[in-house]
């Protein structure tokens, strides 16, 4: 295999995949989950996108630091050793089969408006989330080029609704400039309010490591990725802001925050309800191409811990066009069996599952890689200290106290997930500790 076959991601490819990854089935739903809080999802947003920006930051500053690691696995490993690195991995890893799961069931609710059809039985729904789950798995199977091109498309097409909000938040805007005032949220100023909603904030930001965490296959990681990375999340945040905000003060709040379909509703209110199905087409396109994103980061972790020896050794091996085969069988597995068990078409508690659960298992890595920064500095492994690393400490500081801002906006459901998560790894930690000192035991003269 060829180092150009190998590492087959450019920057394009990568800024699609943050992007991608990001904006999935949760922006269709994100203006309900804040319009609660009223006007206090504005510096809600802006302290969560200042947050991610510094993140961003970090990973750039370890991918220009470190270009040959294995990613963020390397990067924790560096500051705090295995274990930690394999926990902190770890969680993200299960969060990322079942966010699978749970994309592909959003999908399907989406699917419902444009084909009644597929609630005439009871095993309809569920069969086709399963078959959109092993379409991926299929698609990836068959090389890195196949799944980046995949993804530029999805993300591309993606993209149109949110360029609709905001064209017609422009439009009403210069036209009929008092829609903007008839239906101001009247929440008072506060503090819990705005820490609450930037939890949800950053549920939606969720996917900005995305460039990092194939490092491996990146063409020229020590400048695609931070390029790749900083892009694609003040990207990704603009489009966020902007369609949050619309519908917030264009749809009356009671109305917003029960709505099950705010994009439609949007549209329905103020140009025809037929646009609905057409937000629905792009609500599955959206997801698909975030289902497409993940599978390829799942598959990748997953073959990143069998490199280093924290699962069985054939999940690392790749097939004859570079993928990582068993891996992604084996995540399709398991998020197949938690989409089973699990299934429910409901939009709304799909999201607030989300929520809590992805945050809580996103949050260690965040805050691991944004303290492995200064852990190394105060090492002095990291030696060369100028302008660009000042503000990258800087950033990495600030980070970690986004981070634990974050944790307590959470409350105590995340921190409780985050924790069984963690104590769901320890039985395949053992093992790996145990099989190492086994081979260490045997190639002993």
Same mark, same amino acid.
Not at 154 to 165: C, E, F, M, S, W
Not at 256 to 266: H, I, V
Not at 361 to 376: G, R
């Given at each position: ?70 990613? /963020?696995?390397?990067?924790?490993? =560096? *500051?705090?050793?295995? %274990? $930690?690195?394999?926990?902190? #991995?770890?969680?993200?890893? &299960? @969060? ?35 078959s959109m789950l092993w379409l991926f798995v299929l698609i990836n199977a068959m090389g890195i080029r196949t799944a980046a091109w995949m993804q530029m498309v999805t993300t591309v097409l993606k993209l149109l609704p949110q360029a609709g909000i ?54 020229? /990681?020590?400048?695609?990725?931070? =390029? *790749?990375?900083?892009? %694609? $999340?003040?990207?990704?945040? #603009?489009?966020?802001?902007? &369609? @949050? ?158 981070c634990i801002w974050s944790f307590i906006g959470a409350g105590r459901e995340p921190l409780l997930w985050a924790v069984a998560l963690a104590a769901m790894g320890i039985p395949f930690h053992l093992w790996s500790r145990m099989s190492h000192r ?8």
């Amino acid at each position: 295999m060829t180092e150009t076959a190998t590492r087959a991601l450019g920057f394009w490819t990568c800024t699609a995949l943050i992007v991608g990854n990001t904006i999935g089935v949760g922006i269709f739903l994100t203006p309900a989950a804040l319009a609660p809080y009223g006007l206090n999802a504005v510096p809600a947003w802006i302290i969560t996108i200042v947050g991610c920006v510094l993140l961003a930051i970090v990973f750039s500053g370890l991918a220009q630091q470190y270009p040959a690691d294995d990613g /963020p696995y390397n990067y924790t490993q =560096r *500051a705090f050793g295995s %274990g $930690t690195s394999f926990y902190v #991995l770890w969680c993200y890893w &299960v @969060s990322t089969w079942v966010t699978n799961a749970t994309i592909a069931t959003g999908v399907v609710g989406y699917l419902f408006i444009l084909f009644p059809g597929l609630q005439s039985q009871p095993w309809l729904p569920p069969v086709t989330a399963l078959s959109m789950l092993w379409l991926f798995v299929l698609i990836n199977a068959m090389g890195i080029r196949t799944a980046a091109w995949m993804q530029m498309v999805t993300t591309v097409l993606k993209l149109l609704p949110q360029a609709g909000i905001i064209i017609l938040g422009a439009w009403l805007l210069l036209v009929h400039p008092s829609v903007y005032v008839a239906h101001i949220p009247p929440n008072p100023a506060s503090l819990h309010d705005i820490l609450a909603g930037s939890t949800v904030a950053l549920y939606s930001m969720l996917g900005i490591e995305c460039a990092m965490m194939p490092a491996a296959k990146v063409i020229n /990681p020590s400048r695609t990725i931070p =390029r *790749a990375t900083i892009v %694609g $999340t003040l990207v990704t945040a #603009l489009i966020y802001l902007c &369609v @949050s905000l619309v519908p917030m003060l264009l749809i009356p709040q009671a109305e917003l925050s029960a709505s099950n379909a705010p994009f439609s509703d949007l549209f329905g209110r103020y140009l025809d309800p037929q646009y609905g199905r057409w937000v629905a087409l792009f609500v599955v396109v959206s997801g698909l191409g975030a289902l497409n994103g993940w599978t390829l980061i799942v598959g990748d972790l997953t073959q990143a811990f069998a490199r280093h020896g924290n699962f069985p050794k054939v999940l690392g091996e790749v097939n004859s066009r570079g993928a990582p085969l068993y891996a992604f069988v084996l995540t399709g597995i398991a998020a197949s069996v938690t989409l089973v068990l699990s299934y429910n078409p409901s939009m709304a508690k799909v999201f607030t599952f989300l929520v809590n659960l992805v945050a809580a298992a996103n949050l260690p890595l965040y805050l691991a890689c944004s303290l492995a920064v200064l852990t190394l500095w105060r090492r002095g492994e990291i030696t060369r200290i100028g302008p660009r690393q000042l503000v990258w400490f800087g950033a990495a500081l600030l980070a970690a106290i986004y981070c634990i801002w974050s944790f307590i906006g959470a409350g105590r459901e995340p921190l409780l997930w985050a924790v069984a998560l963690a104590a769901m790894g320890i039985p395949f930690h053992l093992w790996s500790r145990m099989s190492h000192r086994r081979t260490l035991v045997r190639e002993t003269p």
